[in-house]
């Protein structure tokens, strides 16, 4: 990926424009761990990097940044510039294109994500963000207290840089976010859900989750039961959103919600009973399982044990049923269905086809 990175900061850098990968790539590099994060500054202008890369795209030429795809990696390269005026605490409303990578750097968010790195592979650090990575420590780039009210989306991504490094955040950091949190409840759900899941599927989210509870940004982002969260073992970030119980607020798709509606009927039942581990599955049980702090290996075994896992594991079929008791279609054949599952699960019939006959004859027929 690096490779394919300075390539195409050579083929910027061969048309006489200046060109950094700049960022999280360049600071996942320094720490060690695998980024797909890859911003390329430059001071080509969107039009002028359209003529370089024929296929780029142009998705907002106001913001001033190029969407090029090369090997299959996707790289976002914006022009230098200054952020004149923000508008709702997010986004700026007027940008001026600059010719100063040392300036461009100074509208960004925290000192680790602002070193830099030329075509040839050489770092370069104008805020000793290096140094910060060291010392691991979140700052931002000036005064904390105007960086957040230019942007309020950036108090969640200090968080969140917090726990997935297992960094501190600066004190002058968290004194302004606990006077500019309230700065968060402007944001989208969509946008807050976003950093939240980041936090919450990070090894480091109970330290994540404390620090969102220390600063009080629980209140400000709606999500009152996230101290509930402290005491569970569960590693599943849909496992905490059913505790959060903030459907009504927060967007999630289908898949989500009918993942959280289940895990929510789970809790309240015995996660090894094979009624609920065929019903609910070993996932969801074993989610439920982990808010509950119960042991999910014996949830495995006992998953792992059950006679039949879905309805198609059980050895007849409705056409069968209904030639038995010579009867057409009905709700019945939910009925009989329900029952024989019952009964093979607690094994007090074996799924076998002359004897799930022979029950069906005996109970139903007449």
Request: proline share 2%; hydrophobic share 35%; charged share 35%.
């Amino acid at each position: 990926m690096l490779d394919v990175s300075l390539k195409v900061l050579k083929e910027i850098t061969s048309h006489s424009y200046k060109a950094y990968i700049v960022g999280g790539f360049v600071r996942d590099y320094i720490i060690g761990i695998e980024s797909k994060d890859i911003d390329i500054a430059t001071n080509a202008t969107p039009k002028q990097l359209k003529e370089i890369f024929d296929d780029s795209c142009l998705p907002n030429e106001d913001y001033g940044s190029v969407i090029v795809e090369k090997m299959g990696i996707r790289f976002e390269i914006t022009t230098f510039r200054k952020e004149i005026e923000y508008d709702d605490n997010r986004r700026p409303v007027e940008i001026k294109y600059i010719d100063d990578l040392s300036a461009d750097l100074l509208r960004r968010d925290f000192v680790i994500n602002t070193i830099c790195m030329d075509e040839n592979g050489q770092i370069l650090d104008y805020l000793a963000g290096r140094q910060d990575i060291e010392d691991r420590i979140i700052r931002t780039v000036g005064p904390a207290y105007e960086k957040f009210s230019e942007d309020s989306l950036r108090i969640l991504r200090a968080v969140r840089f917090a726990t997935i490094f297992n960094f501190d955040l600066s004190d002058e950091i968290v004194s302004a976010i606990k006077e500019t949190k309230h700065l968060v409840r402007n944001l989208s759900f969509y946008r807050k859900k976003c950093e939240l899941d980041k936090i919450f599927t990070s090894p480091n989210r109970k330290n994540g989750i404390q620090l969102l509870l220390d600063l009080g940004l629980d209140i400000d982002l709606d999500i009152p039961n996230l101290y509930k969260i402290l005491n569970m073992e569960t590693t599943s970030s849909i496992g905490i959103w059913s505790v959060l119980d903030v459907e009504d607020k927060y967007p999630f798709n289908k898949n989500e919600l009918e993942l959280i509606g289940d895990i929510k009927s789970a809790l309240i039942l015995n996660n090894m009973d094979p009624m609920a581990l065929y019903r609910y599955g070993l996932y969801v049980n074993s989610v439920a399982a982990e808010i509950k702090g119960k042991d999910i290996k014996n949830i495995t075994e006992s998953y792992s044990s059950l006679v039949i896992k879905c309805r198609d594991d059980i050895d007849i079929d409705s056409e069968l049923i209904m030639e038995l008791l010579d009867k057409a279609p009905g709700k019945y054949l939910k009925d009989i269905y329900d029952d024989i599952e019952r009964e093979i699960l607690y094994r007090r019939l074996s799924n076998e086809r002359d004897k799930i006959c022979s029950y069906i004859i005996e109970k139903y027929k007449g």
